[in-house]
């Protein structure tokens, strides 16, 4: 079973894992935005049954739907993402995927 814990590890250790981890993230994420885009463009969604890549992203890629609405409504939106989920006053994250019973927008870029 894989651990979590890093109390182990010296906080110059610590640090210096965490700083390599964010930007592999950040490499991670603008290729993921890269292929969306490529996706879309040619919007092979269509060919899996899904009417727009919002509906694919939520649906199929188990994407949130917060995640998906911050992307700009028209189809080159896609890359307004922020690479960091917002933070409220608290310093927590926000609550991204609000009511999740609400439908489906139909034409969203994710």
């Not at 727009?52 to 199929?60: A, F, G, L, P, T």
């Not at 739907?65 to 992307?71: K, S």
């Amino acid at each position: 079973m894989l651990s979590y814990s890093r109390s182990h590890l010296a906080d110059h250790v610590l640090l210096r894992t965490l700083a390599a981890i964010v930007t592999q993230d950040r490499v991670t994420t603008a290729e993921m935005l890269a292929l969306i885009a490529e996706v879309d463009r040619r919007r092979a969604f269509r060919d899996e049954g899904y009417s727009s890549m919002y509906r694919y992203c939520v649906e199929e890629l188990r994407m949130s739907r917060g995640y998906c609405l911050q992307a700009h409504p028209d189809r080159t939106g896609i890359q307004t993402l922020p690479a960091h989920p917002p933070r409220d006053r608290g310093g927590k994250p926000d609550d991204l995927d609000g009511d999740n019973t609400s439908p489906l927008p139909e034409d969203r870029s994710c």
